[in-house]
């Protein structure tokens, strides 16, 4: 069956350091990779694309990878800050063409000052 | 910015209902869909459209349906409400084909009684 795996135990971590969130996928082929944020109470908000093609994506202080051989994509916040505090929510492509999402269950992100 | 529009933040409605989730959005997008979002579960599809008068079931279809009528609005209907269907609901919109981003409103959370 199709799955898209991310941790599902809160990410603590102190201000100033890279957060690293891993997002696993079986039985998908996405030609891209998607990665969102969602604050309590607020619809998710896209952040980053990355296309099957591309091994890495930076924006700002976030990059991620994608890794179609290990079907996993990384998703990194370098010098982390209390409002980065939020759920990050990857999604890939579940069938070629269509622009439908899957989306992984969220893995929550807390900063600490 | 993409606007996406829900009309309402709560709803309290009880169950055998007949209850209207309306969508709208500012961006002249072709692709609207409607999701749910539950604890432990995440954001499973409903149903989606990528054209007026357009729609395709989503992973979770029973228990809704949709309309379309104008390339704006998006309207996820609950033709007899459960409580089984109470639930955070969010629509998003994204542009035609390819690998765009879905962009949301801010959710509608629903309570059946």
Known sequence: SQKIEQNSEALNIQEGKTATLTCNYTNYSPAYLQW??????RGPVFLLLIRENEK???????KVTFDTTLKQSLFHITASQPADSATYL???ESTRGNNRLAFGKGNQVVVIP | DVKVT???RYLVKRTGE???????QDMDHENMFW????PGLGLRLIYFSYDVKMKEKGDIPEGY?????KKERFSLILESASTNQTSMYLCASSRGQGSQPQHFGDGTRLSIL
């Open chain 1, 56 to 62: 890495e994506k930076r924006k700002e202080r976030l």
């Open chain 2, 65 to 69: 349906s949709v309309s379309r009528e």
């Open chain 1, 36 to 41: 969102y944020r969602q604050d309590p109470g």
């Open chain 2, 18 to 24: 007949k209850v209207f989730l309306e969508c709208v």
């Open chain 2, 6 to 8: 829900q009309s309402s």
């Open chain 1, 90 to 92: 990857c999604a890939l």
């Open chain 2, 35 to 38: 999701y749910r979002q539950d």
